[in-house]
């Protein structure tokens, strides 16, 4: 039996090609890391090559699962997500980009490892909800949806809500003693 739960994907949104962008390492000269992003439009046609260009640039990434728009210095409040192929995946609602995420729902913390490509030297351990619920909607249509999840993908929602939220993983852990040296990419 596959361990992974599979949900019901997010409706199809059809992006165009997307391109490969730069990361934005901390710290940030020009402060997009940790700035709060603004709501956009999703169905506004930039916003849609956003959401591509994230995707794109979160596939050519080793290890990464995730990509917010201010990592690539865009302040909008828009992330892409794909946890289908980590290894602590429980359930996973396959690729999609949320638009103006809500978080509406948190419950059961634990703490765990986790990395940033704007932070690629650390890891740090971070406390976060085992079970969450989120609203957002879906670049260029428009369409509200709501993802409930669990284990790591929930744990990597919330780790691109606050990079919207203009915070690192490093503003939520315990202190010193929770921050390691990278050693590889998962």
Avoid: W
């Amino acid at each position: 039996m596959d361990p992974q739960r599979r949900h019901a994907p997010l409706p199809a949104v059809a992006l165009p090609a997307g391109r490969v962008l730069p990361v934005l390492t901390a710290p940030d000269p020009g402060r997009v890391l940790d700035t709060p992003c603004a709501d956009v439009d999703p169905t506004d046609p930039a916003v849609v090559a956003l959401a591509a260009d994230l995707v794109a640039t979160m596939r050519v990434s080793p290890g990464c699962v995730g990509l917010a728009a201010n990592q690539v210095g865009v302040a909008a409040r828009v992330f892409s997500l794909d946890v289908t192929r980590h290894p602590k995946t429980r359930t996973t609602h396959g690729c999609f980009v949320l638009v103006n995420p809500v978080l509406v729902e948190a419950s059961r913390k634990e703490r765990g490892r986790e990395g940033c490509m704007s932070v690629p030297d650390f890891t740090g351990d971070v406390r976060r909800a085992t079970r969450l619920v989120v609203t957002g909607r879906l670049p260029g249509t428009g369409e509200e949806v709501t993802i409930t999840t669990d284990a790591f993908e929930a744990r990597a929602i919330q780790h691109e809500l606050d990079h919207l939220d203009g915070l690192l993983f490093l503003d939520r852990v315990a202190g010193a003693h929770a921050i390691h040296p990278r050693t590889t990419y998962l």
